[in-house]
């Protein structure tokens, strides 16, 4: 063995720890990067040839140490769970904001809401049963329907457009899809580069799984590593990202407005691109929410109140033309319209407000027809009971998808805890880990002073 390979074995010793020292350097640096995953500097013995020569024989002991490698620390089924969770949270979180938006359409309780304003109609009928022959009455009848008419077309109008705006951030997270994927691709291909020529492109892996995530988040993606450091990407089953090529969505098709989806049309997603299976349905993530609420959820409250107008306009319409009004005319129909899109009030002229029952002799003074009109508020299965019944359906499901936010939320805490603890850095591990650089170093280094004392005695002492 010759006195210089102790040297060199000191010397793969500093330049191994150096190392160490770096990873660990770049930890610390980054211990607030979101998606950092720590990395470690993985040592291994160089061992002597496991097949001597011929004339020479290999050291017994080894010849130091290298680095062997600098790995990554993130385990890929935490990671896995994470997304799942946060594309459970985000679905749940876009169901949170529509309906919270429908709540605040249809604004109950409130004085100025539509329960209130049906309230005063069907008191101001009671008050011109009381009072038939009254102008101020009859007066105050056409006023207050043609509020509760207004009120409720409103509603309707304010579903439409707030499921016209729902399409519109559709087609926006539509890009932002397709952006993202472009960007996982190209990360996926700067890292097989980097792997092919024996790299490590650890902090490119990092800027990769955050965009898969975000992937996860928007779509409910699921993320497949292959075993040349890329990552592959499907959503619900289809090929998303596969290496360096991504396919895109096309804008949602289908229906194009409330209408079309009220008539049985559906807003759908497709790809771009093949392979075949052009349907881009996610089953989690903001997509799959916004689709929910485009095909079911504004409809369902929709298609209530266009049942409260239908039922107001039959049941009140119904009853009108069995009475007379001021000239002793029988009435016709007092609303005008099928549904919540079209409701208005027919009768322009007081006077014709049919008020008095058809059979009774006082004529015009009579205002039992009014009084029976009125009576509809109590009506079973009435316009009222299914009003209060379309809110207490819209306040139980805002419940329910607001606790089940709240329970995902905590899930979500605890999946990246988990994976924080798992591949976050850790300042007091990197200390403790900066120190046994830092001494191993120091003791390289003075393995190669002493050598170095050896060796200039050996070579500078033996001529005297």
């Known amino acids: 063995m010759s006195t210089f390979n102790g040297l060199s074995t000191a010397l793969t010793s500093l330049y191994a720890n150096r190392r160490g020292m770096e990873v660990t350097a770049h930890n610390i640096a980054n211990v607030n990067t979101p998606g950092y995953t720590r990395q470690r500097a993985n040592l291994q013995a160089i061992a002597g040839p496991a097949i001597p020569g011929l004339t020479s024989q290999a050291s017994p002991v080894g010849d130091g140490v290298m680095v062997e490698s600098v790995q990554r620390l993130r385990d890929i089924f935490l990671e896995s769970r994470g997304r799942i969770e ?43 049963s009381l009072r038939p022959n009254s102008t101020a009455a009859r007066s105050s009848v056409v006023s207050r329907a043609t509020i ?41 291909e700067g890292i097989m580069a980097a792997t092919a020529v024996g790299q490590q492109p650890n902090d490119l892996m990092d800027q990769r799984d955050a965009l898969v995530m975000k992937l996860a988040e928007l779509t409910g993606a699921r993320g497949v590593p292959r075993d040349n450091g890329v990552t592959d990407v499907l959503l619900n089953g289809s090929v998303l990202v596969s290496g360096n090529h991504s396919r895109t969505i096309s804008p949602a098709t289908g229906a194009a407005n409330l209408n079309d989806v009220k ?51 039959t049941s009140v319409n119904a009853q009108h ?47 039992a027809n009014a009084q029976e009109i009125a009576k509809l508020a109590n009506k079973k299965d009435g316009a009222n009971e299914k009003y209060r019944q379309l809110i207490v359906d819209l306040g139980v499901a805002a419940q329910t998808v607001n606790r089940r936010v709240e329970i995902q939320a905590g899930v979500v805490t605890q999946s990246d805890a988990e994976r924080e ?15 046994q650089y830092e001494r191993a170093y120091q003791a390289a280094a003075r393995v190669i002073s002493t050598i170095d004392t050896m060796l200039d005695t050996l070579i500078n002492g033996m001529g005297r």
């Open 321 to 367: 033309a069995l009475g007379r009004d001021a000239d002793g005319d029988m009435g016709g129909a007092f609303f005008s319209g099928t549904n919540a899109s079209d409701i208005g009030v027919a009768v322009v002229d007081p006077d014709d407000i049919a008020a008095a029952d058809a059979a009774s002799a006082s004529g015009p003074l009579d205002g």
């Open 148 to 188: 509760v008419a207004d009120t409720i077309r409103g509603n309707g109008d304010q579903l439409s457009t707030q499921w016209d705006t729902a399409l519109t951030e559709l087609n926006a997270m539509i890009l932002d899809v397709n952006s993202t994927t472009a960007a996982v691709a190209q990360l996926n």
């Open 86 to 128: 946060h594309a459970a949270a985000e679905y749940l979180g876009t169901q949170q904001i529509q309906l919270g938006r429908i709540e605040q359409a249809f604004a109950e309780p409130s004085d100025e809401a539509l329960q209130a304003q049906l309230d005063e109609m069907w008191a101001s009928f009671s008050d011109l």
């Open 263 to 313: 008539a049985g049309g559906a807003v759908a997603l497709q790809f771009n691109e093949p392979p075949a299976n052009p349907s881009a349905s996610p089953d989690s993530g903001k997509l799959a929410g916004m689709l929910e609420t485009l095909n079911r959820t504004i409809r369902t409250y929709s298609d209530g109140l266009d049942r409260v107008a239908n039922e107001l306009i």
């Open 421 to 435: 603890g798992d591949a976050g850095v850790s300042l007091d591990e990197e200390m403790t880990n900066m120190v």
